[in-house]
T-cell receptor
Framework: GAVVSQHPSRVICKSGTSVKIECRSL??????MFWYRQFPKKSLMLMAT?????????EQGVEKDKFLINHASLTLSTLTVTSAHPEDSSFYIC???????????FGDGTRLSIL | AQSVTQLGSHVSVSEGALVLLRCNYS??????LFWYVQYPNQGLQLLLK??????LVKGINGFEAEFKKSETSFHLTKPSAHMSDAAEYFC???????????FGKGTRLSVIA
C-alpha cells in the first residue's frame, strides 16, 4: 500500500533553533500534502495545505513566516519551524494524497520538543 | 463548514465486549467519512472510510461503521474487543478524497482484561 515517510520522528532542541521536518511519499506521487498539528491529548488541527509547485495555503491563525512549507517535488514536502520556542512543542503529522483521489496517507508524525 | 463530534472522550470496555464509538458530523455537502486509529506517539492508521454506495462499511481489524444520513452519524463498532484495540480513535470528515480532513476530538478506548 501507499506509504508516507516522515522524518525525523523526534526532535529535541534549544529555543531559537530552526527545525526541518520532511514528508515523503515513497511509492506514489503526491500532488497535495497536508500538515497537521496535534497538541497533547487533543485532536489534529490542519496547519496548511501544500501543493506541488505552488505556495502553501495556511489556515487562519497559522504564521506562515513561522512555519515555512516547501513542496518542491511530487514526493517531498518540508515543514520548517523557524526560531522554535517552547510553545511550538507539539506532534506534527503530514499526510499525502495521490492523483486518484484516494484517502490521505499519514506519516508517523514528528514529536518536536523545544527546551 | 464541516465539523465532527465524538461523544465520549474515553470509553472503557471489557475484553470480548462490544465496542461502540460514536461520531456525528455536520456537512453542507455529501461527506466523505473516515475512522482513524492512533497508537501512542505514532501517526494515523485508516480503519475504514465511507465515500458513496453501501452505507455499512467494513474496515480492518474487525471494525465496521454505518453511515446514517438521517442521523448524521457514522458510529464505529466491533463485536468483540481485543486488548490490542486500546488506542485513540478519530472520526473525520472531508469534502472529497483530496481535501483536508476535519477531525473530531478523539475517543480513547481502553480494554480491560
Amino acid at each position: 500500500g501507499a506509504v508516507v515517510s516522515q522524518h525525523p520522528s523526534r526532535v529535541i532542541c534549544k529555543s531559537g533553533t530552526s527545525v526541518k521536518i520532511e514528508c515523503r511519499s515513497l511509492d506514489f506521487q503526491a500532488t497535495t500534502m497536508f500538515w497537521y498539528r496535534q497538541f497533547p491529548k487533543k485532536s489534529l488541527m490542519l496547519m496548511a495545505t501544500s501543493n506541488e509547485g505552488s505556495k502553501a495555503t495556511y489556515e487562519q491563525g497559522v504564521e506562515k513566516d513561522k512555519f515555512l512549507i516547501n513542496h518542491a517535488s511530487l514526493t517531498l514536502s518540508t515543514l520548517t519551524v523557524t526560531s522554535a520556542h517552547p510553545e511550538d512543542s507539539s506532534f506534527y503529522i503530514c499526510s499525502a494524497v495521490d492523483r486518484v483521489n484516494q484517502p490521505q496517507h499519514f506519516g508517523d508524525g514528528t514529536r518536536l520538543s523545544i527546551l | 463548514a464541516q465539523s465532527v463530534t465524538q461523544l465520549g472522550s474515553h470509553v472503557s470496555v471489557s475484553e470480548g465486549a462490544l465496542v461502540l464509538l460514536r461520531c456525528n458530523y455536520s456537512s453542507s455537502v455529501p461527506p466523505y467519512l473516515f475512522w482513524y486509529v492512533q497508537y501512542p506517539n505514532q501517526g494515523l492508521q485508516l480503519l475504514l472510510k465511507y465515500t458513496t454506495g453501501a452505507t455499512l462499511v467494513k474496515g480492518i481489524n474487525g471494525f465496521e461503521a454505518e453511515f446514517k444520513k438521517s442521523e448524521t452519524s457514522f458510529h464505529l463498532t466491533k463485536p468483540s474487543a481485543h486488548m490490542s484495540d486500546a488506542a485513540e480513535y478519530f472520526c473525520a470528515v472531508s469534502l472529497s478524497g483530496n481535501t483536508p480532513l476535519v477531525f473530531g476530538k478523539g475517543t480513547r478506548l481502553s480494554v480491560i482484561a
